[in-house]
């Protein structure tokens, strides 16, 4: 059985091994994704919390984290953006 495997294996295309570069690129695209899918939702759950609170300083304080998170969402955006142009 080893052997038929191996045999279909080796007219299969094989991948090329990538350069260290390449490899931390995949890497760190794969977390900033994470990030901003996790900057989006906090900022959501903020913006929720924000409308739906009686007191004031409690809405402020969510409306302002709001705002932080979305602008550091923006920035991670913008830097994964400009990974995958260069």
């Known amino acids: 059985m080893y052997t038929f495997f191996k045999f279909i294996n080796m007219y ?3 991948m090329e091994k990538m350069d260290f570069e390449t490899l ?3 890497k760190e695209g794969t977390l900033l ?3 901003i899918g996790e900057a989006e939702l906090a900022a959501k759950k ?3 919390f924000a409308e739906h609170a ?3 300083k409690v809405k ?3 409306s302002h984290e709001s705002t932080l ?3 550091t969402k923006n920035i991670l955006q ?4 400009s990974m995958l142009k260069g």
């Open 60 to 62: 402020k304080f969510f």
């Open 54 to 56: 009686s007191n004031e």
């Open 33 to 35: 994704v994470k990030l």
């Open 24 to 26: 931390q690129r995949i």
């Open 78 to 81: 913008d830097y994964y953006n």
């Open 69 to 71: 998170i979305e602008r």
């Open 12 to 14: 299969k295309p094989k």
């Open 46 to 48: 903020c913006k929720y």
